[in-house]
């Protein structure tokens, strides 16, 4: 099917563990995007990726890791799960970084729970 | 650094009204404007992008407009309807070529039949 997936959809893990949250486009977009949603906070920017082989850091990059080896995944490692980081993860895509002529298309998120 | 603001946070109104959704920003010099909505429990669906070169978009019974010198976007929405209800962020993109999206709180909108 066409567009972003984002797997698992629902994640519980316990503190300390290593999880990572996977994220597939198939537009061929250079451009990738880690978001996190909290109440409160609304939604900030994790990490991006202008290309394969090619991250930087967001709003708050702390406890995460990306890397970008194939131009349709962006996984999103957090290496040692905090309670903290119990939020909802959606990724994103574009053609531009600037948005170009379509915007940014979001995945559906997964929730991610650490206990 | 730029910052976002919805509103109001919430709204509620009865089936058949039209109604505004109001977005400002701090820095007006951005590259483009998307309104999104968001449903319950589920992820972002893009509603209409405005470049910085426009002034509004329409789809169907929504229309955005755009003022860079204000740092303001409104989404209008006509003739609502129960199922319009959910919130609805706006989003913009720095004209420095930044490539962070950065969201307002959101609106979030019911209406009532």
């Known amino acids: 099917d066409a567009g972003i997936t984002q797997s698992p959809r629902y994640k519980i893990t316990e503190t300390g563990r290593q999880v990572t949250l996977m994220c597939h486009q198939t537009?061929?977009?250079?451009?990738m995007f880690w978001y996190r949603q909290d109440l409160g906070h609304g939604l900030r920017l994790i990490y991006y990726s202008a290309a394969a082989d090619i991250t930087d850091k967001g709003e708050v990059p702390d406890g995460y890791v990306v890397s970008r080896s194939k131009t349709e995944n962006f996984p999103l490692t957090l290496e040692s799960a905090t309670r903290s980081q119990t939020s909802v993860y959606f990724c994103a895509s574009s053609e531009l970084g600037t948005g170009g002529a379509w915007g940014y298309t979001f995945g559906s998120g997964t929730r991610l729970t650490v206990v | 650094k730029q910052e976002v603001t919805q509103i109001p946070a919430a709204l509620s109104v009865p089936e058949g009204e039209n109604l505004v959704l109001n977005c400002s920003f701090t820095?007006?010099?951005?590259?483009?404007l998307q309104w999104f909505r968001q449903d319950p429990g589920k992820g972002l669906t893009s509603l209409l992008l405005i470049q910085s070169s426009q002034r509004e978009q329409t789809s169907g019974r929504l229309n955005a407009s755009l003022d860079k010198s204000s740092g303001r976007s409104t989404l209008y929405i006509a003739a609502s309807q129960p199922g319009d209800s959910a919130t609805y962020l706006c989003?913009?993109?720095?004209?420095?070529?930044?490539?962070?999206?950065?969201f307002g709180k959101g609106t979030k909108l019911t209406v009532n039949p």
């Open positions: 989003a913009v993109i720095g004209e420095g070529g930044s490539e962070k999206l950065v």
């Open positions: 820095d007006s010099a951005i590259y483009n």
């Open positions: 537009w061929s977009h250079s451009y």
